[in-house]
Structure formats: structure tokens, C-alpha cells
């Protein structure tokens, strides 16, 4: 965007959260952000935890950068972050995003590629990772990309985030930081806590969990077919997803 018209480039009145419990009924329009990439996080989430768990110059890791939110957050804030996804059109998409101009923005390097090989990235190179992969195949990013994990079930979905968790680990220096975004799902009238699978992924290669937070999801529909099956079939809408963050 180097067309300079007004944009508003920071949230106004901003401030970190405190407690586990985060939620952002407005998503946050500024700077180059928008809510066309389906299943995108609200920029106040990367925003959050880039200034809590890296400094200005850092090296940033988001390896599912999809319409490149974590990227314009880090780019405004002042660290440098590598953005990587499997799917071009997503990276076309990034570039877009992270096409202006400011003072004191950090650089942004966009590469196609899969998570669960980075072997682009030296050993202990990022001195954060802050990631939102595929909840499974809930959303499907691509319609038959080789791959994409949001083609895989659950099952087969954590197995492959054993590779991401490793690649994660790998590239992660010591004592630093990577924090995950990961949602559940219902299978059959039953929970699937999917999000707890991902976890004990990431703590069986050797991570520490430093924080568990709850962040409230307020796209979810609880009204007309969903509250109906609700009541009818007797269970309750996901409205929450969880936001891990575990030091290496
Ligand atoms: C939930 S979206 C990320 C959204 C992003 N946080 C945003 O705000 O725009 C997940 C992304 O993971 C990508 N993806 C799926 N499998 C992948 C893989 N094996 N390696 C890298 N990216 C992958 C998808 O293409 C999709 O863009």
C-alpha cells in the first residue's frame, strides 16, 4: 500500500491483557487488517503477545502465516518475522499486507513452505514463534493442496503436529518463547478436546507450558439452526479457543 492515504496504523487506547481470559469483540481494523481471510485471528491477539514475549529487532517465526496478520503486527512493531504457508494464494495475500511504509517497521521475509520442515531455518535462529495452524480440517484453506493440514482428520491431524512441534523446537533459541492458537471440536454430540492433544504435543518435545489462555470466540453462531439443535440435541456451542504459550 503505497499509496499514502489516512490509516489509522495503532488500535486505539490499547492495552495488554492481564489475565487469562482474553476476548476482543471488536476484531481491530487498523493499519492493513481486515476479516476476509477466513478463520484469520484478531490482530489484537499476535499484537499481545509479540510485545509480552519479544523485544523490538527480534526474529519472529509465524510458519501458517495465512492472510498475514501475525506479519503486519510484527512489520508495525518492529521485529522481523518470517511468514511461511503451504498455500501461494495465501502468500500473495501477505505481500499485499505488508505493503507500506513506516518508521521504525521491522523487515518481513515470506516464503512458501510447510511447517513441519523448515529446513530453510538454522538450528535455534527465532527468538519467538507465534502460530495459528488449521484446527484440523474445521476449515479448509485449499482444495486439494499436498500438504495442507486442514485436509487431514483429527487423528491424522496430530500426528503431523508432532513434525510442526519439532520444527518448532528445532528452530526456537533456548529460554525463548512460542505461543500456539488452537481450537476444539464435536464429533457426534462429544467434545474432541483437540486443543489438549496439541499441547501435550508440544510438552512431550520439551516445551514448558508458560501460560494457558482462554480467548472467547465471537463469530459463533448462537442463533436460528445452531441455538435450535442446541436445545433439541442438548449440547452447548464452542465459543472459546485456547492460547498456549510455552517457553523452550
Ligand atoms: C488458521 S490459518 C492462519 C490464519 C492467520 N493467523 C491469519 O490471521 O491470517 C492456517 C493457515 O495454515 C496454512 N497451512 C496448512 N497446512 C500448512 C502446512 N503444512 N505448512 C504451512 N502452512 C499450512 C493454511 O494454508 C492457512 O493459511
Known amino acids: 500500500m503505497s ?13 495488554l491483557q492481564m489475565t487469562t481470559v482474553w476476548s476482543f469483540p471488536e476484531r481491530g481494523d487498523w493499519a492493513t487488517h481486515n476479516s ?15 510485545l509480552r514475549y519479544s523485544q523490538e529487532g527480534d526474529l ?9 496478520t501475525t506479519l503486519i503486527e510484527a512489520k508495525l512493531l518492529n521485529r522481523n518475522i518470517i511468514g511461511v504457508d ?19 517497521c521491522g523487515e518481513v521475509y515470506i516464503k512458501q513452505g510447510d511447517a513441519r520442515n523448515l529446513s530453510f531455518i538454522d538450528n535455534e535462529q527465532i527468538d519467538f514463534i507465534c502460530t495459528h495452524p488449521p484446527y484440523a480440517n474445521i476449515i479448509q484453506y485449499s482444495e486439494d493442496l499436498e500438504g495442507d493440514l486442514s485436509h487431514l ?11 510442526v512441534a519439532a520444527e518448532s523446537y528445532r528452530v526456537l533459541k533456548k529460554d525463548k518463547f512460542c505461543a500456539i492458537l488452537m ?16 499441547m501435550k504435543i508440544f510438552q512431550e518435545q520439551g516445551f514448558k507450558l508458560k501460560e494457558l489462555i482462554i480467548k472467547e470466540q465471537h463469530n459463533c453462531k ?21 492460547l498456549f504459550v510455552f517457553r523452550k
Request: glycine letters at 6%; charged letters at 30%.
Open 60 to 68: 519472529v517465526l509465524d510458519q501458517f502465516a495465512g492472510g498475514g
Open 183 to 198: 481450537g476444539d471440536t464435536r464429533q457426534k454430540g462429544h467434545m474432541i478436546p483437540m486443543s489438549f492433544e496439541v
Open 36 to 50: 476476509k481471510y477466513r478463520g484469520n485471528w484478531s490482530p489484537y491477539i499476535p499484537r499481545n503477545l509479540l
Open 222 to 242: 448462537a442463533t436460528g439452526y445452531w441455538k435450535t439443535n442446541s436445545v433439541k440435541y442438548n449440547f452447548l456451542l464452542i465459543a472459546h479457543e485456547y
Open 86 to 104: 503451504i498455500n501461494s494464494d495465501s502468500l500473495d495475500l501477505c505481500k499485499k499486507a505488508v505493503d507500506f511504509t513506516r518508521e521504525n
Open 3 to 15: 499509496r499514502n492515504k489516512k490509516i489509522k496504523w495503532e488500535p486505539d487506547n490499547f492495552e
Open 153 to 163: 482428520k483429527v487423528p491424522a491431524f496430530l500426528e503431523e503436529m508432532k513434525k
